[in-house]
């Protein structure tokens, strides 16, 4: 059974930085393609950042590029997503998720893509 678990969600200032961690357990998240998405309220999910199997690529939405990084931990079995000059407009859950084994492997950022997901982090970010 598939459990990703979200953590590092907090408080911080406008031009702070974070670091969020979704952890894996049955499922190896090196080999396959992941993704961070964002939810605020009153807003649909949007898909950030994506990787793509074997950590070969990456893609980011415009709203983040330059200012977030997606990556994983082989050895953690840990996908992260650190996040730089951080402004208010970034405050939302944030939640990974993971592409099922069985449809190969994207760089999409639709959630139709992604099979799991996580239960998500809160992440608020004051001016």
């Known amino acids: 059974q598939v459990q990703l678990v979200e953590s590092g969600g907090d408080s911080v200032q406008a031009g702070g930085s974070l670091r969020l961690s979704c952890a894996a357990s049955?499922?190896?998240?090196?080999?396959?393609?992941m993704a961070w998405f964002r939810q605020a309220a009153a807003k649909g999910r949007e898909g950030i950042a994506s990787?793509?199997?074997?950590?070969?690529?990456?893609n980011y939405a415009a709203s983040v590029k330059g200012r977030f990084i997606i990556s994983h931990d082989n050895a953690k079995n840990t996908l992260y997503l650190q996040m730089n000059s951080l402004e208010p407009e970034d405050s939302a859950i944030y939640y990974c998720?993971?592409?099922?084994?069985?449809?190969?492997?994207?760089?999409?950022?639709?959630?139709?893509?992604?099979?799991?997901w996580g239960q998500g982090t809160q992440v608020t970010v004051s001016s």
């Open positions: 990787i793509y199997c074997g950590g070969t690529s990456t």
């Open positions: 049955g499922y190896n998240a090196g080999s396959y393609s």
């Open positions: 998720a993971a592409r099922a084994p069985q449809w190969g492997c994207t760089w999409s950022l639709s959630p139709d893509a992604f099979d799991y």
